[in-house]
């Protein structure tokens, strides 16, 4: 009885496997969402001014951010917890596919995160006459807490590891 559970919830890793290939499908959405925004700056690049076109450039730069958070969580997540993706040695093949963990997968999401939250917070800074100043100031909060929650993980791992490495071994 004892393996037959525990077969079953080593099995159960493959329930995950749809939200996977669901991500995948989202990717393709965020694809098609970054198409139809340079499309949208293609016909005025010429009339935009200097600012519109960085901010323009910092959608595009904010879409393909968010399409790496994705495949580093698609790829990660997916072998991690569901099966390892077996590509051999394909040239095209990410150096960190297959050796990030769930600790390394943290860092590179918050790190993601964070990158994503500042060009957010560029954007609004380049429209600040725009912007309530009380908007501006939740974003910096917001921002300021994502790298510190950051360096709080990295600090954490940081702790982890050393912790092993000085503990006696039997």
Not at 58 to 81: H, K, P, Q, R
Request: no cysteine.
């Amino acid at each position: 009885m004892e393996r037959f559970l525990e077969n079953v919830m080593f099995a159960s890793r493959w329930l995950m496997a749809p939200f996977y290939f669901g991500l995948v499908a989202a990717l393709a959405l965020l694809m098609v969402k970054f198409i139809q925004e340079f499309a949208h700056i293609v016909p005025t690049v010429l009339e935009l001014s200097d600012t519109n076109m960085i901010l323009s450039l910092l959608t595009l730069i904010d879409l393909s951010l968010a399409g790496n958070l994705m495949l580093i969580v698609i790829f990660s997540g997916y072998e991690n917890f569901v099966s390892k993706i077996h590509v051999g040695d394909h040239e095209d093949k990410p150096e960190w596919m297959g050796k990030v963990d769930f600790s390394g997968l943290k860092l590179k999401l918050i790190a993601s995160i964070v990158a994503i939250s500042g060009i957010q917070l560029l954007k609004q800074f380049m429209r600040a006459a725009e912007v309530d100043k009380e908007v501006l100031m939740w974003l910096v909060i917001v921002h300021l807490a994502f790298v510190v929650t950051g360096v709080l993980l990295a600090l954490m791992d940081l702790i982890t590891a050393r912790a092993h490495k000085i503990e006696p071994r039997h």
